[in-house]
């Protein structure tokens, strides 16, 4: 757990926006489910079970401990290996909204992935400084930019 808490979450969240990780967490079972069944049937092959009984006990049980005990911990895992295994790369555009005065600003899109999180905002700023891009904030009222994205193994969006 401790894994999770100082490396995979920081990770995930300096790659992630938000759109992405909740679209990847409501469509994680079909990768979950595989999973745990593998790991169930080596826990079971590790415990050397050697009669239907126990071995119908072992892989019910051990089947519900992985899927709700470890559900979140095998989620960062899949994410981090996303990062790892690029498959392709998208566009999104974005329109800026700005109002100086009332220190509003967002990326808006025509898709449901606007993006008005502060967090996530100087995480695609500072990537683009490092390529030596514009920077966001440089941007006005209405301006268009594009932000580009990878897409892992899991078919993921992650800034790189």
Known sequence: MCME???????????????????????????LIPITFLLTIVLTICLKVKTISHFIT??????????????TVLISIMLYINTQTEKSQITNTYNVIRYKEMKI????????????????????????KEKGQKSL????????????????????????
């Open 58 to 71: 072992t892989c019910i049980f051990s089947t519900v401990f992985i899927f709700f005990v470890f559900r």
């Open 105 to 128: 600003f967002w990326l808006n899109s025509d898709k449901k992935n606007s993006i008005n999180d502060n967090d996530k905002m100087k995480l695609i700023n500072k990537r683009r």
């Open 5 to 31: 808490t100082f490396f995979l979450k920081p990770f995930i969240k300096n790659h992630y926006l938000d759109q992405d990780l909740t679209n990847f967490k409501d469509g994680s079972w079909k990768y």
């Open 137 to 160: 904030f440089e941007y006005k009222m209405n301006d268009t930019i594009q932000v580009k994205l990878k897409k892992g193994v899991f078919n993921v969006n992650y800034i790189e």
